[in-house]
């Protein structure tokens, strides 16, 4: 019991990341691949600055891990377990 106790603490955590909308949007287009901060700003209508104040709080969390080249930086999808998910979420609501 204290195993799925921990577990649903965890998963709860993750809701709330992707109750956020913009950041909701900026894994569902990363499903599709590696996106530098400047696609995913266009992409998600935001600032630059704001999709990389997101982009940090989700590295953080480690939903996201970035590969920089020269002066950019690339996002990528950082688990397996968070990769499914997007795929579903993305499959039923993103890709409609």
């Known amino acids: ?19 956020h909308p913009g950041r909701l949007l900026m894994l ?18 935001m600032r630059e ?12 969390e480690g939903l996201v891990l970035p590969r ?6 690339y996002y990528s999808l950082a688990r397996p377990d968070i990769a499914r998910l997007m795929t579903f979420l993305y499959n039923e609501y993103c890709g409609v």
């Open 28 to 45: 569902c287009h990363l499903v599709e691949g590696e996106k530098s901060v400047g696609e995913l700003a266009r992409l998600v209508s």
């Open 68 to 73: 920089r080249d020269g002066q950019t930086i």
């Open 1 to 19: 019991m204290k195993q799925m106790a921990d577990s649903a603490a965890g998963v709860a955590e993750l809701m709330k990341t992707l109750s």
């Open 49 to 60: 600055t704001a999709v990389s104040q997101q982009l940090s709080s989700m590295r953080k």
